[in-house]
């Protein structure tokens, strides 16, 4: 049986984006929303990153997080990339504009990450100058990490499907929306441990040689359609 204190360290593989087909919720992803909805708003950012990072950083999780992955082109993100990508060149016809008019209409102003915009002109220059942008460069580029931005997330679960997760969805939606070309960058944050344990059961080499080897495998399945 695997040992319980198991580590594993998070590794980039570079894959198909076509082909990272399911989405799932992180397995300690509960806590961290209770943090988020419980703690007193000043302490709320920093508290919640780092209660993240230390759920997270054992990396090997039972669970049926995985089991409970759904398509990804089911989430909310590629929904309203590729309405938005379809109503191109028009895009204040997209839905996303049409709610960005409604939050400001109702509430004053509509954000996205960090940029808020509080005005129609505002609204433009925020879907002009990001949203937008990104479709754009996606289409003529492919995927291009972008120095100090954070790596999309994804998980492996017990048979070895490559699992999207955190951070980069609208990068992954907008990919997938345009059909960029190339490669996509994807930090595997953790594994479900019947995984791991299959992966050592199989193999004479040492722990770390063995888990190497699994990745490589993995990489090389998602890369098929590159």
Partial sequence: MIKQNR????????????????????????????????????????????????????????GQWDLKSKPFEEREEFQ???????????????????????????????SHKDLVAQ???????????YLIKILAT?????????????????????????IKTAHGTHRLAAAKVVGAAGVFPVKVMGVHRQWLAAVLAASSSNEAEAVSAALKEIERRYQAGT
């Fill in 80 to 110: 309203l990339m590729k309405d938005l990508y379809e109503c191109l060149p028009d895009y204040r016809q997209s839905f996303w504009y049409q709610r960005g008019l409604q939050a400001i209409s109702e509430k004053g102003q509509f």
């Fill in 7 to 62: 580590m594993f360290s998070p590794i980039v593989l570079y894959v198909d984006p076509h082909v990272l087909e399911q989405h799932t919720l992180e397995p300690h992803l509960k806590w961290v929303v209770w943090s988020a909805v419980n703690l007193p708003r000043l302490f709320t950012h920093h508290v919640v990153f780092r209660l993240k990072g230390f759920l997270s950083r054992k990396g090997v999780f039972g």
């Fill in 138 to 162: 996606m289409r003529q580029e492919g995927y291009r990490q972008r120095e100090g931005a954070d790596y999309p997330e994804a998980m492996i679960g017990r048979d070895g499907t490559l």
């Fill in 119 to 129: 005005d129609p002109a505002e609204l433009d220059r925020l879907f002009e100058g």
